[in-house]
């Protein structure tokens, strides 16, 4: 376990650049379009160093801190390596990748962008329906349909009042779909952790303000991390 820990550890450094690069690439406000250039020598950008500088000018480019993204992505693969079933490893290994570019991209920008969170969902989709065949058990698959389709109208509802974004919707339908893998009670946990996380954030954010004595406003919370959050623990808890 611990020399496949470490795998995952080398595995996420090495595609930590190109998942930095995809976070430059998607954290634009909306309706703007992709960052797919370096803006001070228009060098195609595939993949950003830990430093976040153009590869060719070394102009800095903005993004997560440097290292940041790298740390998140190796954590996020140890822990999917870490999970008992292989199953259960290769969906959290699957949801790793798109999901460190969404979390990071939601935290900039108040944004989850479709190109990547509809990847992340219907790879799991696809997935689970192997899993599930394999292991024998067709049945879950209805359940992992339900819960899915409940957590996305518990985040499409807010959306019709500008109170969260489509792609909230979207990446809950796939996270759901995971969790309804292990059951109803661990679907409730795994938003109810969500929630929580996010709700703690926003008293710490709000509180933060006031001891500086600033205004407590502008303080939206991105919920893509905290759904990541909540689900990865759930499944590891299973």
């Known amino acids: 376990m611990v020399v496949a820990v470490l795998g995952a550890v080398l595995a996420g450094l090495l595609v930590a650049p190109a998942l930095r690069g995809l976070v430059l690439r998607y954290a634009v406000p909306e309706g703007e379009p992709w960052c797919t250039a370096c803006p001070s020598c228009a060098r195609e950008l595939r993949g950003l160093p ?6 060719g000018c070394r102009e800095r480019l903005g993004g997560p801190r440097a290292w940041l993204v ?3 992505t190796a954590a996020a693969a140890a822990a999917a390596l870490s999970a008992a079933h292989p199953g259960d490893a290769l969906l959290l290994l699957w949801a790793a ?3 460190v570019v969404l979390g990071f991209t939601d935290a900039r920008v108040h944004r989850l962008p479709y190109p990547l969170s509809w990847t992340l969902t219907a790879g799991l989709a696809l997935l689970l329906v192997v899993l599930e065949l394999a292991d024998g058990r067709p049945g879950a698959l209805l359940r992992c349909l339900l819960v899915a389709l409940a957590a996305a109208a ?8 500008g109170l969260m974004g489509e792609g909230d ?8 779909a995971l969790l309804g893998r292990y059951g109803w009670a661990a679907a409730f946990t795994g938003l109810f952790v969500a929630m929580a996380l996010a709700g703690l954030w926003g008293v710490v954010r709000a509180v933060a ?3 500086r004595r600033r205004p407590v ?3 939206e919370l991105p919920m893509g991390p905290f759904l990541l959050l909540g689900t990865l623990a759930t499944v590891l808890l299973q």
């Not at 830990?50 to 590869?55: E, K, Q, S, V």
């Not at 518990?154 to 009042?161: A, K, R």
């Open 217 to 219: 406003r502008g303080l």
């Open 154 to 161: 518990l985040f499409e509802l807010p959306s019709w009042f």
């Open 97 to 99: 990748g798109p999901g």
């Open 70 to 72: 790298e740390a998140v």
């Open 169 to 176: 919707t979207v990446l809950a339908l796939g996270l759901g």
């Open 50 to 55: 830990p430093t976040g500088r153009c590869p």
């Open 209 to 211: 303000a006031l001891v």
